[in-house]
């Protein structure tokens, strides 16, 4: 199991650098609500209808995760750290996401691997 942060699936939706390295990790993955709602949100930018977008993720093998207490908790206990590096709210989601469920992440944002966190940062590129 792999936490997929936003940047990651989209990488893969689109077709972006590094997005060989999503694929393999499709049927065993899981996504915060968080970062589902900033990819929802991409498409909607693109003038796409959300709903649709939804319901097309929802086809997949990705484990969809609601955005927990516990989850809040160590989101905001990574403010500090985040916060000099520009990290998003949704991030930190991903990131909250990945140290409760002790999994390793996939991201395409290389700022990551600049946190000591207990948890293993995997670059797409």
């Known amino acids: 199991m792999i936490a997929l ?5 989209l990488a893969f939706m689109f077709q972006e650098s590094g997005h060989e390295l999503v694929a393999p990790h499709l049927e065993d993955c899981c996504l915060s609500t968080v970062n589902l709602s900033e990819i929802i949100g991409r498409f909607v930018r693109d003038g796409h209808d959300a709903e649709a ?10 484990e969809i995760v609601p955005f927990s207490a516990q989850q809040a908790g160590v989101a905001a206990l990574l403010l500090p750290l985040g916060k000099p590096l520009g990290l998003s709210f949704a991030d930190r989601a991903c ?6 469920r002790n999994v390793p992440v996939l991201t395409a944002d290389t700022i990551w691997q ?6 293993e940062i995997n670059l797409l590129r």
Do not use: C, G, H, R
């Not at 990131?95 to 409760?100: D, I, K, P, Y």
């Not at 600049?114 to 948890?119: Q, S």
């Open 5 to 9: 942060d936003a940047s990651a699936l």
């Open 53 to 62: 977008v939804l319901n097309k993720l929802l086809t997949t093998p990705i």
């Open 95 to 100: 990131m909250a996401l990945a140290m409760t």
């Open 114 to 119: 600049e946190l000591d966190l207990p948890i």
